[in-house]
């Protein structure tokens, strides 16, 4: 099974402030097609996780710009800018390249 | 607007079985593949199963690999969870996501417990 490694497991920051968290693969997650099958989800507390980026890059639906998403083969990054309260919750990254898709283990972001 | 709202969760004895439906409305339900994922409590995300758009073909992950099946209506844009023989690690939130998880359901829980 491909092994999704998030870092930090938590982050305490202030509104305003920008953050990034790391998320690396065990194997390269670029498919046979050539595209990468990496995704950022948020979980907000007692909420239903929603989609923020996909493809590694790309703004989910109605997802602000101050999210953006880097990497390649198996070294990913989230970025948040200018944090808002709206923010706070748990971020996952996940793979759908390989079966069995997996996740990352979350990373919590807190408000300081 | 795309809504997904799962059902059938409750509490159920190990090795007893459980079915659950995901209601898909506001997209082509037959044109996409569907996924389930489910979170015990206080834990992360993990994977489930999946299904192409035909219901072709079908993926799962080991751990219920032989106990659950999934499967999907296309004219009533429903999915399945068909959950045997279950156990209580399988207790747990469960949801369903559209490809690429682009939208989730309010998820539906499911207490194996005797």
């Known amino acids: 099974d491909v092994v999704m490694t998030q870092t930090p497991p938590s982050l305490s920051v202030a509104i305003g402030q920008s953050v990034s968290i790391s998320c690396k693969s065990s194997?390269?997650?670029?498919?046979?097609?050539?595209?990468?099958?990496l995704h950022w989800l948020l979980q907000s507390p007692g909420r239903s996780p929603k989609r923020l980026i996909y493809?590694?890059?790309n703004l989910g639906s109605g997802v602000p710009d101050r999210f953006s998403g880097t990497g390649s083969q198996k070294d990913f990054t989230l970025k948040i800018s200018r944090v808002e309260a709206e923010d706070l919750g748990v971020y996952y990254c996940?793979?759908?390249?390989?079966?069995?898709?997996?996740f990352g283990a979350g990373t919590k972001l807190e408000l300081k | 607007e795309v809504q997904l709202v799962e059902s059938g969760g409750g509490l159920v004895q190990p090795g007893r079985s459980l079915k659950l439906s995901c209601a898909a409305s506001?997209?082509?339900?037959?044109?996409?593949?569907m996924h389930w994922i489910r979170q015990a409590p206080t834990k992360g995300l993990e994977w489930v199963a999946s299904?192409?758009?035909?219901?072709?073909?079908?993926y799962y992950r080991d751990s219920v690999k032989g106990r659950f099946t999934i499967s999907r209506d296309n004219a009533k844009s429903t999915l399945y969870l068909q959950m045997d023989s279950l156990r209580s690690e399988d207790t747990a939130t469960y949801y369903c996501?559209?490809?690429?998880?682009?939208?989730w359901g309010q998820g539906t829980l499911v207490t194996v417990s005797s």
């Open positions: 493809q590694v890059s």
């Open positions: 194997q390269s997650l670029v498919y046979s097609d050539g595209k990468t099958y």
């Open positions: 506001g997209f082509t339900f037959s044109n996409y593949g």
């Open positions: 299904i192409s758009p035909s219901g072709g073909s079908t």
């Open positions: 996940a793979q759908t390249t390989h079966f069995p898709y997996t």
């Open positions: 996501a559209t490809r690429l998880f682009a939208y």
